[in-house]
């Protein structure tokens, strides 16, 4: 068989997302994307040696929302090229039929989705009053009877917030986060399936987090919460209201804690200069002991008193889902490597790398360097900015690492991965603050190292990564930012606000400190719009056309700044796509385009 081109194996690397273990703890699903033009829900067995079954194919991109408490079934939901107005829909994991719980094209934006395990309801949230008929900014927490197709409303939030109702193993109590009081909060409630009783149970101050999930028993509730500048982690008792705190720990930054299917341990995430260091503590005893041997192992089922289910994962290890002890791994799941025609010694390792910024702090990155006579960098910024890095397979470094890249992929202030402060940090001044800077320091630090050189540096990104890249383009001049490709990024603050999704613009207004009616100055010193006119470098836009998040108004008054001002452009806009480029046909064309693009800039520098 003839070996395919690097690129296409790359973007033929299944890529999964979303995976979970059924009750019974006899079968595993997954979303993968990359084995097809969309992504698919498979299946396979945890106690037999099969290939994974594709169980999905609506040929639109679709995941795995939860299993129906019997194992019998599986809820998936899809949207339409990327809008992200998904349908729901319950699929028999054994003949793979579907059946629509859902409306087709929906006016809203759905969260979740479980059904009772008497099989009568679904559960999920919407960001609309059904009794209005109208969308809202709020997602609300509905029970829609399967039978007669009766909507009603559990609970009523009055701001918006990321609500994904959670119910219990009885299908008796929804938990879901509200943040009626404050932006930047998160508060726990709890409703029971009738809407009889909610009521708030968790609360440690307005402006402080908290993230639960239900124990598998459905009586406790597991949950981080933010308190005294870090986070602890309690269990909380439904019968009896109690609160046992298991993780009190200031010097350690835990970034989560959930009892995986199958057992009765809490794993708790400790995130290390941007890596998962996973331990396990026994509730009823309270003590402490490393989760495993192996290195980047996140465990989603305990299948037996010494075997478990994880992702495996590192920056030469794609994807993979494997069942291991304590010292090894038994088994991959995925057979990822067997999908694949290159190997782990073909793909570049994440190196750690650390300078410092304008104001001292420490920022941390990784970089992968090409084996070739490298032809300029790169600056990959991720999105969110609620996220970070870690080191893990990516086909857009790989990639770019062949042809000749070096790649810094930097994780700046507001990431998580650090600690609370650091997270919480970019709020100060809003988007568009230090964090900017933390990456332009970076740029700086690899040219004073010899690894990248002025002139021959390029930045791009996807959501706020592109926002970030639209930043660093007219803010600072072409010997640090000589070509950019921001890839679905706000340009106008207040127009980004005023036209995306209903149900996020209180993240907006959490990042950047409130509203633009009410911190109008922020708004319009963060958005890079209003410095096109500084633009150096050349710039290529990439955008979905059905993106919802970051909406395509963004480019288009973009566009008239750039024309007023006579500034070149170049534009890919994907019809077909949402927020970021998935479709590997897209990712094709977009990764030779941008690799072109950034050829041409550098080797046309004035610097």
């Known amino acids: 068989m003839k070996k395919k081109d690097y690129i296409d194996s790359l973007l033929s690397t299944p890529n999964f997302y979303h995976a979970k273990v059924s009750p019974d703890l006899k079968n595993i699903i997954w979303t993968w994307h990359n084995l097809g033009p969309v992504g698919d829900v498979y299946i396979t067995s945890l106690d037999k040696n099969e290939e994974p079954r594709k169980l999905t194919d609506f040929g639109f991109g679709t995941r795995l929302v939860s299993w129906t408490q019997d194992s019998k079934f599986a809820i998936v939901s899809h949207d339409y090229d990327g809008d992200e107005r998904h349908r729901l829909y319950k699929v028999d994991i054994n003949t793979g039929e579907n059946f629509a719980l859902t409306e087709e094209h929906s006016e809203f934006f759905i969260r979740g989705g479980h059904i009772t395990p008497d099989g009568k309801y679904l559960v999920y949230g919407a960001n609309f009053d059904f009794e209005t008929n109208k969308e809202i900014e709020p997602t609300l927490v509905y029970r829609q009877d399967l039978e007669t197709g009766e909507k009603i409303k559990l609970a009523e939030p009055q701001k918006p917030a990321f609500l994904f109702p959670e119910i219990n ?163 991959s799941l995925t057979r990822v490597f067997e999908k694949v025609d290159y190997t782990q010694e073909d793909l570049s390792r994440a190196e750690n790398y650390n300078w410092n910024s304008i104001d001292g702090l420490r920022i941390q990155g990784w970089l992968y360097k090409t084996k070739k006579e490298p032809l300029g960098t790169i600056v990959l910024i991720h999105g969110g900015p609620t996220y970070h890095r870690e080191d893990e397979w990516s086909s857009d470094i790989q990639y770019f690492v062949s042809q000749g890249f070096n790649v810094l992929d930097p994780n700046y202030r507001g990431s998580t991965g650090f600690s609370l402060d650091f997270e919480e940090s970019i709020k100060k001044e809003g988007w568009g603050g230090k964090e900017q800077d933390d990456i332009v320091e970076g740029i700086k630090s690899l040219i004073n190292d010899g690894i990248a050189k002025e002139g021959k540096v390029g930045v791009t990104g996807t959501s706020y990564g592109g926002y970030s890249a639209w930043f660093a383009i007219t803010h600072f001049p072409r010997k640090y930012v000589a070509a950019s490709v921001p890839i679905c990024g706000m340009t106008d603050l207040v127009v980004d606000y005023e036209t995306t999704r209903p149900d996020l613009r209180g993240y907006s207004e959490e990042m950047i400190g409130g509203s633009p009616s009410e911190v109008p100055e922020r708004y319009y010193n963060g958005s890079p719009i209003n410095f096109i006119e500084k633009i150096e470098a050349d710039l290529l836009i990439v955008q979905g056309a059905k993106d919802p998040n970051v909406s395509l108004e963004n480019v288009k008054v973009a566009k008239e700044k750039l024309e007023k001002y006579n500034i070149k452009y170049e534009e890919m806009i994907f019809e077909d796509e949402g927020h970021g480029i998935s479709k590997p046909k897209n990712k094709k064309e977009l990764f030779k385009k941008s690799t072109d693009f950034f050829k041409e800039s550098f080797g046309n520098s004035f610097v």
């Not at 909060?185 to 968790?202: F, K, S």
């Not at 298991?246 to 299917?261: F, H, M, Q, T, W």
């Not at 794993?267 to 309270?286: G, H, M, R, W, Y």
């Open 169 to 331: 193993k009885q299908g008796t109590y929804i938990i879901y986060d509200r943040n009626d009081i404050h932006p930047k909060g998160v508060q726990t409630w709890m409703v029971d399936i009738n809407g009889n009783e909610d009521r708030e149970i968790l609360n440690f101050g307005d402006e402080a987090k908290v993230d639960a999930s239900w124990h598998p028993n459905g009586k406790d509730i597991i949950f981080v919460a933010e308190i005294d500048g870090y986070r602890k982690v309690g269990i909380f008792n439904f019968d009896s209201g109690k609160v046992t705190w298991i993780l009190d720990d200031s010097k350690r930054n835990i970034e989560g804690a959930y009892v995986p299917v199958g057992s009765r341990l809490v794993v708790i995430n400790e995130v290390k200069n941007a890596q998962s260091i996973f331990s396990i503590i026994d509730p009823e005893t309270l003590k402490e002991k490393p989760f495993s041997e192996l290195k980047l192992v996140y465990p989603f089922a305990q299948i037996s008193e010494d075997e478990w289910v994880s992702r495996y994962y590192n920056s030469s290890q794609p994807n993979d889902l494997v069942v291991h002890n304590k010292t090894k791994i038994v088994s």
